[in-house]
Nanobody, 125 residues
Framework: QLLLVESGGGLVQPGDSLRLSCAAS????????IGWFRQAPGKEREAVSC????????KYAESVKGRFTISRDNIKNMVYLQMNSLKPEDTGLYYC??????????????????WGQGTQVTVSS
C-alpha cells in the first residue's frame, strides 16, 4: 500500500511563496506518476500539476503556469510543489496523488489511485 502525506501548507499573504512536500512510503515513488490537486470550498477538485515517473516531464494548469513548479526526488521518496506569487484564488486543500499507470501524468486529471489527506493553503491579506 502506497501512503502519501502532504505538509507545508499554511496561511500566507498574496505574493508570498510556499513549498508543499509529499512524503511517500510503502513503495518507491519512482514507480508512479504524481500529481498535485486542490479543492476550494464549494468547488470540485482540480489538477494543479503532474509529473512523470522520471521527473523529466511535467504538466501545469494554465492558472499556475509560471508561478508553480513541481519536482520529485525518487531517492528520497519525495515530491514537491513550489508555489510562488500566490493569489487568493490559490486557496484550497492541496492533495498529493499517485498512480501506477505511467500515462497519468500526461492526462493529469483526478483519476489517480492513491491520495494523501491534504494540506490547507490559505492566501489572504
Amino acid at each position: 500500500q502506497l501512503l502519501l502525506v502532504e505538509s507545508g501548507g499554511g496561511l500566507v499573504q498574496p505574493g508570498d511563496s510556499l513549498r508543499l512536500s509529499c512524503a511517500a512510503s510503502g513503495y518507491r515513488v519512482g514507480y508512479y506518476s504524481i500529481g498535485w490537486f486542490r479543492q476550494a470550498p464549494g468547488k470540485e477538485r482540480e489538477a494543479v500539476s503532474c509529473i512523470s515517473n522520471s521527473g523529466y516531464s511535467t504538466k501545469y494548469a494554465e492558472s499556475v503556469k509560471g508561478r508553480f513548479t513541481i519536482s520529485r526526488d525518487n531517492i528520497k521518496n519525495m515530491v514537491y510543489l513550489q508555489m510562488n506569487s500566490l493569489k487568493p484564488e490559490d486557496t484550497g486543500l492541496y492533495y498529493c496523488a499517485a498512480d501506477a499507470r505511467d500515462t497519468r501524468w500526461y492526462v493529469c486529471d483526478t483519476d489517480f489511485g492513491y491520495w494523501g489527506q491534504g494540506t490547507q493553503v490559505t492566501v489572504s491579506s
